[in-house]
């Protein structure tokens, strides 16, 4: 236990400068470090990795930091060494050496904090080494992930039921920014929680108006709405070829705008990034590969040109709007077409099951893989050239290794986007024989040794950039004269990687032997329509307050309607704004039935509008048979 119950807040402010916790971060903090099985459900924005870092560093021992997002888990780890916490990561994507050492230096290294990949768990080297750490804190991110009901589902989380056997008596946290309430449940089953332990903040965002614009020239629109909303903003679509076409479409009517995908390189993403971050740019276009893990709190504006294909989904992009407190505002543009390329998703999500064995039997050719053989062989992959190599649809072949992934037959591990990274093979005296022969090499080697410790004992990521700069060379030159240095054994290089990889994880079998589950199909086209019928539903409503729904699809009730979204903010039918038309009904019809009411008597009670009372009240006695009006007096029937 703590010595005092203030040595949260003394970590928080010596680690972190801050004075106080943000709501619920307390509450989720203590419950971890009584060493109780936790859900924390906390909206995008909210403070999550707080959560497990603060009651993490008041233990003794390691915490494993589960996340799919390599980027994030890199960002945290960079995070926690500035501010004087050992950190480290594995990842899919280092090399078999590079894990081994890690996992060493967390057994005998003193590191608080390990992030590790979900693909990483089940491998049989880091079960071994876990069993040796001394771990306090099983920490969950993503945790929507691991449930087959959620929008996001990925079969190598459910490994972190069998890290839980090995680790029986450490506590979990499971945290998740959208969960609807059957995910929360399934998330707690499947993690094993040894009781039900729920701390959850209201999905409600007061200063964050919802908006949809039925409009056919969505760029214009698009356009219209940046000139009139100031500040920083997020514009989200479908395509990678859309964000270029989009931000080419801003700069050219003098907006400074950034595209952004997840086919950029690291060091392109990080410059895009940070541009924005920094307000040197206004606008970012970009695909769902952005955002994950950005915490800037002033974006005023985040615009949908493409609905996505959840409310989950839809909720965490909005999210990213307002997280200062601020009027923000989350805009969807949408046209008549896009209902019908919203089912479109449906098929494209679940090709027929032939064209997914054809797929399974295009991939063992395509690797020269033969039946019977190819069990845990891991091949680069480029979705795009085996597409073309046996004239397959893109969209749909990749939908089918999904499936297929999810059958068991492989491991489709995508965006594997590592930065280059350097270990010195030659020992400090061979090495400085070797100076002197080129002033670049010396150079380059200079900066190197200045600017990155530990080159001699562990792989270290580099920026070829960054040296280039700071060599006055071009980066390509850097980039040779590294490959070359790796040829005569001064220095181990793996340049900048990133390239899909499939593993199979079963042998190859015949086509007609390849067994699509039902799990894996069946069930899973059934929830996802089920998803997007509410995506279509919230796209075409016209009556009901936006925020409403929201909350209701997340099962949380609001009392009133928000007052800023584009349908609160209509004219109802009756000439007055649908909110106040809905408050005043909601509160006619409370009233006693089959009794005869003065208006008079019903507007001074409740200190109402007498217009608007008035418009409600005739309009009802117009069109609803539930209300009849006499005189200056109203019946509400049974």
């Given at each position: 236990?703590?010595?005092?119950?203030?040595?949260?807040?003394?970590?928080?402010?010596?680690?972190?400068?801050?004075?106080?916790?943000?709501?619920?971060?307390?509450?989720?903090?203590?419950?971890?470090?009584?060493?109780?099985?936790?859900?924390?459900?906390?909206?995008?924005?909210?403070?999550?990795?707080?959560?497990?870092?603060?009651?993490?560093?008041?233990?003794?021992?390691?915490?494993?930091?589960?996340?799919?997002?390599?980027?994030?888990?890199?960002?945290?780890?960079?995070?926690?060494?500035?501010?004087?916490?050992?950190?480290?990561?594995?990842?899919?994507?280092?090399?078999?050496?590079?894990?081994?050492?890690?996992?060493?230096?967390?057994?005998?290294?003193?590191?608080?904090?390990?992030?590790?990949?979900?693909?990483?768990?089940?491998?049989?080297?880091?079960?071994?080494?876990?069993?040796?750490?001394?771990?306090?804190?099983?920490?969950?991110?993503?945790?929507?992930?691991?449930?087959?009901?959620g929008y996001d589902f990925r079969p190598s989380y459910l490994a972190i039921a069998d890290i839980r056997k090995i680790l029986p008596?450490?506590?979990?946290?499971?945290?998740?920014?959208?969960?609807?309430?059957?995910?929360?449940?399934?998330?707690?089953?499947?993690?094993?929680?040894?009781?039900?332990?729920?701390?959850?903040?209201?999905?409600?965002?007061?200063?964050?108006?919802?908006?949809?614009?039925?409009?056919?020239?969505?760029?214009?629109?698009?356009?219209?709405?940046?000139?009139?909303?100031?500040?920083?903003?997020?514009?989200?679509?479908?395509?990678?070829?859309?964000?270029?076409?989009?931000?080419?479409?801003?700069?050219?009517?003098?907006?400074?705008?950034?595209?952004?995908?997840?086919?950029?390189?690291?060091?392109?993403?990080?410059?895009?990034?940070?541009?924005?971050?920094?307000?040197?740019?206004?606008?970012?276009?970009?695909?769902?590969?952005?955002?994950?893990?950005?915490?800037?709190?002033?974006?005023?504006?985040?615009?949908?040109?493409?609905?996505?294909?959840?409310?989950?989904?839809?909720?965490?992009?909005?999210?990213?709007?307002?997280?200062?407190?601020?009027?923000?505002?989350?805009?969807?543009?949408?046209?008549?077409?896009?209902?019908?390329?919203l089912k479109k998703q449906l098929t494209d999500s679940f090709p027929e099951k032939d064209l997914i064995k054809r797929v399974y039997?295009?991939?063992?050719?395509?690797?020269?893989?033969?039946?019977?053989?190819?069990?845990?062989?891991?091949?680069?992959?480029?979705?795009?050239?085996?597409?073309?190599?046996?004239?397959?649809?893109?969209?749909?072949?990749?939908?089918?290794?999904?499936?297929?992934?999810?059958?068991?037959?492989?491991?489709?591990?995508?965006?594997?986007?590592?930065?280059?990274?350097?270990?010195?093979?030659?020992?400090?005296?061979?090495?400085?024989?070797?100076?002197?022969?080129?002033?670049?090499?010396?150079?380059?080697?200079?900066?190197?040794?200045?600017?990155?410790?530990?080159?001699?004992?562990?792989?270290?990521?580099?920026?070829?950039?960054?040296?280039?700069?700071?060599?006055?060379?071009?980066?390509?030159?850097?980039?040779?004269?590294?490959?070359?240095?790796?040829?005569?054994?001064?220095?181990?290089?793996?340049?900048?990687?990133?390239?899909?990889?499939?593993?199979?994880?079963?042998?190859?079998?015949?086509?007609?032997?390849?067994?699509?589950?039902?799990?894996?199909?069946?069930?899973?086209?059934?929830?996802?329509?089920?998803?997007?019928?509410?995506?279509?539903?919230?796209?075409?409503?016209?009556?009901?307050?936006?925020?409403?729904?929201?909350?209701?699809?997340?099962?949380?009730?609001?009392?009133?309607?928000?007052?800023?979204?584009?349908?609160?903010?209509?004219?109802?039918?009756?000439?007055?704004?649908?909110?106040?038309?809905?408050?005043?009904?909601?509160?006619?019809?409370?009233?006693?039935?089959?009794?005869?009411?003065?208006?008079?008597?019903?507007?001074?009670?409740?200190?109402?509008?007498?217009?608007?009372?008035?418009?409600?009240?005739?309009?009802?006695?117009?069109?609803?048979?539930?209300?009849?009006?006499?005189?200056?007096?109203?019946?509400?029937?049974?």
């Amino acid at each position: 236990m703590p010595e005092s119950p203030d040595i949260f807040h003394q970590i928080l402010s010596q680690y972190w400068g801050y004075k106080s916790f943000r709501p619920l971060q307390e509450d989720i903090i203590h419950s971890v470090y009584e060493r109780k099985d936790t859900f924390g459900l906390m909206p995008t924005g909210g403070g999550k990795s707080i959560t497990f870092q603060v009651p993490a560093m008041a233990m003794e021992g390691i915490c494993i930091v589960v996340t799919p997002l390599i980027a994030l888990m890199k960002d945290q780890v960079d995070n926690l060494k500035k501010r004087g916490i050992k950190a480290t990561s594995i990842h899919s994507g280092q090399s078999r050496e590079f894990i081994i050492s890690q996992l060493e230096n967390c057994i005998f290294g003193d590191y608080k904090f390990l992030y590790v990949s979900p693909e990483r768990l089940s491998s049989e080297i880091f079960q071994i080494k876990l069993k040796a750490m001394n771990v306090c804190l099983l920490a969950i991110d993503e945790s929507h992930c691991i449930s087959q009901w959620g929008y996001d589902f990925r079969p190598s989380y459910l490994a972190i039921a069998d890290i839980r056997k090995i680790l029986p008596n450490v506590p979990v946290l499971a945290l998740t920014a959208t969960a609807t309430p059957a995910v929360v449940d399934d998330i707690q089953e499947k993690l094993l929680f040894k009781e039900k332990n729920v701390f959850k903040k209201s999905f409600q965002r007061k200063n964050l108006a919802y908006i949809i614009r039925k409009s056919d020239n969505k760029t214009e629109t698009l356009k219209y709405i940046l000139e009139r909303v100031q500040g920083s903003a997020v514009v989200y679509v479908r395509s990678r070829k859309k964000t270029k076409e989009t931000a080419d479409f801003l700069k050219s009517n003098g907006f400074t705008a950034e595209f952004f995908h997840a086919g950029l390189s690291m060091e392109e993403k990080n410059l895009r990034q940070d541009r924005w971050m920094k307000g040197e740019c206004r606008i970012i276009v970009a695909t769902n590969a952005f955002g994950m893990g950005i915490d800037k709190p002033d974006v005023r504006l985040v615009v949908h040109l493409d609905m996505p294909g959840s409310l989950e989904e839809y909720y965490q992009e909005a999210g990213r709007a307002g997280r200062d407190g601020e009027k923000a505002y989350a805009v969807v543009i949408s046209s008549n077409i896009d209902n019908a390329r919203l089912k479109k998703q449906l098929t494209d999500s679940f090709p027929e099951k032939d064209l997914i064995k054809r797929v399974y039997e295009a991939l063992g050719n395509y690797f020269q893989i033969a039946v019977g053989f190819g069990l845990d062989t891991a091949h680069d992959f480029d979705l795009n050239d085996f597409c073309m190599a046996f004239k397959l649809p893109i969209t749909q072949t990749h939908s089918s290794l999904k499936i297929l992934e999810l059958c068991g037959y492989i491991e489709y591990i995508e965006n594997v986007d590592n930065a280059s990274r350097i270990i010195f093979t030659a020992t400090r005296e061979e090495l400085y024989r070797y100076l002197g022969q080129d002033k670049t090499i010396d150079d380059i080697l200079s900066v190197i040794l200045r600017s990155y410790s530990g080159v001699f004992s562990d792989y270290v990521y580099i920026n070829e950039s960054y040296i280039a700069a700071a060599t006055n060379v071009n980066r390509d030159t850097v980039y040779h004269v590294l490959l070359n240095l790796s040829k005569y054994h001064i220095i181990k290089y793996i340049p900048e990687k990133k390239t899909p990889i499939i593993i199979f994880r079963q042998v190859r079998v015949e086509k007609e032997n390849v067994r699509i589950l039902p799990s894996a199909y069946e069930d899973r086209k059934e929830r996802f329509e089920q998803r997007l019928n509410k995506v279509l539903e919230y796209n075409n409503e016209k009556s009901i307050c936006r925020t409403r729904i929201l909350l209701s699809y997340f099962g949380e009730n609001m009392d009133e309607d928000c007052g800023t979204c584009d349908i609160c903010l209509a004219k109802h039918d009756s000439g007055i704004a649908n909110k106040d038309y809905n408050k005043i009904q909601k509160l006619i019809l409370e009233q006693p039935k089959d009794t005869l009411i003065s208006v008079t008597d019903f507007i001074n009670k409740y200190k109402l509008n007498t217009d608007k009372a008035f418009a409600v009240i005739r309009f009802m006695a117009d069109n609803d048979d539930r209300l009849k009006l006499e005189d200056s007096a109203f019946i509400v029937y049974s």
